[in-house]
């Protein structure tokens, strides 16, 4: 359950931080003590590819195709020092590139995808973004009605998908399209790697309320990719495409309660600037917050241990997802809670992430948390909303009836 740290991981733990040492300017505050703009050129442009080099961009893969080579007890204590150093583990795709679509290939590719993709994925060449949900077809993906027809050496891909994330940063897409519409509704269906820079795709940018567009809506129209730009079988991308949830949903298992863990200590700061830690009724959130957090990292050692073992991603994942979600929106109201009314109004710099608390080195205040409060509820619905994940953990984990259809 609780791998031990050895001397040899102690060794490694050394090594990340004379690299972080090299390499940091002088003064590193963290990451987020940068503008949003120096902070992008920083993660994508300077630090990548210091990553890239040392093997720590993609840490698990191996050697050969760019990577680290790294156990999974390294990958977690690449990611405690990364935390605490306030750098970014990677450029701003790189879930969609490394996580997502490298781990696939990883997983299901030929010899020849493996070749050409993956170096291409470490290098940047390659940057890359998803097509899974339609407006038609988000939580019930098997409804897909995005298209893809076999023409000589090529397939033409027509349809559209919506909530693009970073699609406009992207010049590739994984995408799940139809290539069997007599098939059943989980069949016929196959992943394709398609480029974006061709007059057949078009991203139009989603503009939210804050006035950012992190998401895009794409739109196929004749758009065109190789024969062998299919990974897995053709027909059989379901099974492909529930791989890429699993990594999506549990590789960072073990590396996500470290950067839970800091917010927690970000809130309990916060409470105890605003006087709140001593308010019981705070207090007590705070401690169930927490006992939550610690939770969730016996939760993702559990999956690390499975990982040491050779167990692949699955089903079993989805508990995380359901648990860190749920749990992320409780303790973003918590934060709301302890500003009070700083709440309504947004304070200082625009956070660099929304995901969670701003980043390392940022100030403490009001604009950190709210960005994250909106987000958290987002959370409970993108990669899977809770819904689909506790059907997942009760009829493929538990073993129970599936739900009645209407």
Request: proline residues 5%; charged residues 20%.
């Amino acid at each position: 359950m609780l791998p031990a740290y050895s001397i040899e991981a102690e060794e490694f733990r050394e090594e990340v931080k004379f690299f972080l040492h090299a390499n940091l300017p002088e003064g590193w505050k963290g990451i987020g003590a940068l503008s949003a703009e120096n902070a992008y050129n920083f993660a994508n442009n300077t630090w990548r590819p210091l990553l890239a080099e040392k093997g720590f961009l993609a840490p698990a893969w191996p050697a050969e195709f760019g990577g680290g080579g790294l156990s999974e007890l390294e990958q977690v204590i690449l990611a405690e020092e990364f935390m605490r150093a306030g750098v970014p583990a990677g450029g701003s795709n790189d879930a969609f590139s490394i996580q997502m679509v490298g781990n696939t290939i990883l997983h299901w590719g030929t010899p020849e995808q493996k070749a050409h993709f993956l170096p291409k994925i470490i290098s940047g060449e390659h940057i890359w973004c998803q097509g899974y949900s339609e407006p038609d077809a988000g939580s019930d993906l098997g409804g897909l009605g995005c298209a893809a027809i076999l023409d000589g050496d090529e397939w033409l891909i027509n349809g559209q998908k919506i909530w693009t994330s970073a699609g406009q940063f992207a010049n590739w897409i994984f995408v799940l399209c139809r290539t069997d519409k007599e098939a059943p509704k989980h069949k016929g269906i196959s992943f394709m790697l398609c480029p974006i820079d061709q007059p057949g795709v078009e991203l139009r940018p989603i503009e939210m309320l804050s006035g950012e567009s992190d998401f895009n809506e794409t739109f196929f129209t004749n758009a065109r990719t190789a024969k062998e730009n299919v990974v897995g079988e053709v027909n059989g991308g379901w099974a492909v495409a529930m791989t890429l949830l699993g990594y999506e949903r549990g590789e960072s298992a073990a590396t996500m309660p470290i950067m839970f863990r800091y917010e927690m200590d970000k809130l309990i700061e916060l409470a105890k600037a605003k006087n709140k830690n001593k308010d019981e009724k705070s207090r007590q959130r705070l401690a169930q917050s927490y006992i939550e957090v610690e939770i969730m990292r016996l939760l993702g050692m559990r999956t690390l241990t499975g990982f040491l073992n050779g167990k692949q991603p699955g089903p079993q994942e989805s508990m995380f997802k359901l648990y860190w979600s749920e749990y992320h929106k409780r303790v973003t109201e918590l934060s709301l809670d302890i500003l009070g009314t700083e709440a309504l109004v947004l304070n200082g710099a625009q956070p660099a992430t929304s995901f969670h608390s701003d980043n390392p080195g940022a100030p403490n205040e009001s604009s950190s948390w709210i960005g994250a409060f909106y987000n958290a509820r987002a959370g409970t619905i993108y990669a899977g909303t809770s819904q689909i994940q506790r059907n997942i953990l009760g009829e493929m984990v538990l073993g129970l009836p599936k739900e009645p259809r209407v």
